[in-house]
Antibody, heavy 120, light 107 residues
């Protein structure tokens, strides 16, 4: 069965860096795009980054230039390198699998998340 | 950026009743619209993609409709496990965006 397990979260000071990891299993990882989505405490969902199977990447303006998504198909891993962290980056970070069929897409599997807390 | 607006923010419904949730996009997203359910302390779960197609193992009481800018998620007869927060998401343009959520609570 498909599993996504995030790790690497923690408490970090504002301005510092942190790298999140997501271990994927149960599917042919190299064929799928992957995303990171975050959720601030008691808030909604915010898409953070995407990497396609071909390596193309997308980010929203809120993290462009500070966050970098990458993948290692040999290890079935996706990463999120976060730098210049801000207090407002505090959130639970989810890894999610991209699912596209008949020209429409969504996120069909999600991990349980890893907590990132940025202190001032 | 496409802004997704969900209404109402909170919906109070009795078990067994019907719930209708709305999602509006600030621009046309065709049918590139998904719905997710999130129970407390859990990750989101995909319910509907392509505006109206149920995801794997999603019960038939969940249905989605709409096209363009107006979308609806209907839960025909609420079960106890359906009291949760529901999010819509557009996947038509970058950046991908979610609505603010509708909390379905027990009346």
């Amino acid at each position: 069965q498909v599993q996504l397990v995030e790790s690497g979260g923690g408490v970090v000071q504002s301005g510092r860096s942190l790298r999140l990891s997501c271990a994927a299993s149960g599917f042919t990882f190299s064929r799928y795009g992957m995303h990171w989505v975050r959720q601030a405490p008691d808030k909604g969902l915010e898409w953070v980054a995407n990497i396609w199977s071909d390596g193309n990447k997308y980010y929203p303006d809120s993290v462009t230039g500070r966050f970098t998504i990458s993948r290692d198909n040999s290890k079935n891993m996706v990463y999120l390198q976060m730098s210049s962290l801000r207090v407002e980056d505090t959130a639970l970070y989810y890894c999610a699998r991209d699912f596209c069929t008949n020209g429409v897409c969504s996120f069909d599997y999600w991990g349980q998340g890893t907590q990132v807390t940025v202190s001032s | 950026e496409i802004v997704m607006t969900q209404s109402p923010a909170t919906l109070s419904v009795s078990p067994g009743e019907r719930a209708t949730l709305a999602c509006r996009a600030s621009q046309n997203v065709n049918t590139n619209l998904a719905w997710y359910q999130q129970n407390p302390g859990q990750a989101p779960r995909l319910l509907i993609y392509g505006a109206s197609t149920r995801a794997t193992a999603i019960p038939a009481r969940f249905s989605g409709s709409g096209f363009g800018t107006e979308f609806t998620l209907t839960i025909s007869s609420l079960q106890s496990e359906d009291f949760a927060v529901y999010y819509c998401q557009q996947y038509h343009n970058w950046p991908l965006t979610f609505g603010g959520g509708t909390k379905v609570e027990i009346k």
